[in-house]
């Protein structure tokens, strides 16, 4: 079954909005993004559907384009938050349902949020939350924060586990965890939703779902080496 091939407009050709691009191109979507400057654009051009010069505050200019058609917005203007406020009313205005917003500080996270955009994405913090998690926690190898003190992190398993299947560990019911995927270093594939039955290995890697401290209190066992 083909995906569904759909269509995303990037406001923005810095770091941030260039990458995007890149990967929602890479995952086989249609992408159109612009810029003020034609540098950026030009530099665009050779990994998008679509690289305009153009304002992503004109709403004339951006159906032109056919953003009026688009699934998402992506608005990456961050350093310039009165830019931002303008596009997404450009895009509301045309019909655009899911809008996100790069933004570069709290308080400029605070001000896109009141106009009910889908999310203030604000890079450097999450980069920074992720990395303060993974050289503080040495047994977690990556940490993605989903909100309400909850997480899936990606860590080694636990002295305690290993050799014992996920059926026996009862995670769920007793620690209130969900290992939802197991990547085996040895052979190189990830499984995702394992097969309940399978021993653990110390060669395995499990990704955990769920709250930050019942993590931190299994990785404080297996440091302990309880």
């Known amino acids: 079954m083909s995906r569904q091939r759909n269509r995303y407009v990037i406001v923005g050709l810095g770091g941030f909005g260039a990458w995007t691009a890149i990967a929602l191109h890479d995952e086989g979507h249609e992408v159109i993004a612009m810029d003020r400057k034609g540098a950026l654009v030009d530099r665009a051009a050779t990994y998008v559907d679509v690289a305009v010069v153009g304002d992503g ?13 688009a699934d998402a917005a992506i608005i990456c203007t961050g350093d310039d938050l009165a830019s931002s406020i303008l596009s997404i009313v450009a895009f509301k205005d ?3 349902a899911d809008i996100y917003v790069k933004v570069n500080s709290l308080e400029a996270a ?3 949020q009141a106009f009910r955009v889908n999310e203030s994405i604000f890079p450097e913090r999450e980069a920074a939350n992720r990395l303060a998690h993974r050289i503080t926690r040495k047994a977690v190898l990556d940490y993605v924060p989903v909100g309400g003190g909850c997480s899936i992190q990606e860590i080694a398993v636990p002295d305690a586990w290993l050799g014992k299947s996920l059926s026996e560990l ?4 007793k620690h209130g965890i969900t290992v939802v995927a197991l990547r085996d ?3 190189g594939t990830v ?7 399978r021993l653990l290995t110390d060669s395995d890697v499990i990704v955990v779902a769920g709250r930050d401290e019942t993590v931190s209190g299994l990785l404080s066992q297996r440091a302990a080496g309880r």
């Open 57 to 69: 505050t004109d709403r004339e200019f951006l159906r032109e384009i056919g953003a009026d058609s």
């Open 94 to 96: 045309l019909g655009v």
């Open 110 to 112: 605070r001000a896109v």
């Open 170 to 173: 009862s995670l769920p019911s």
């Open 185 to 187: 270093l040895l052979e």
């Open 191 to 197: 499984t995702v939703v394992p097969d309940p039955h």
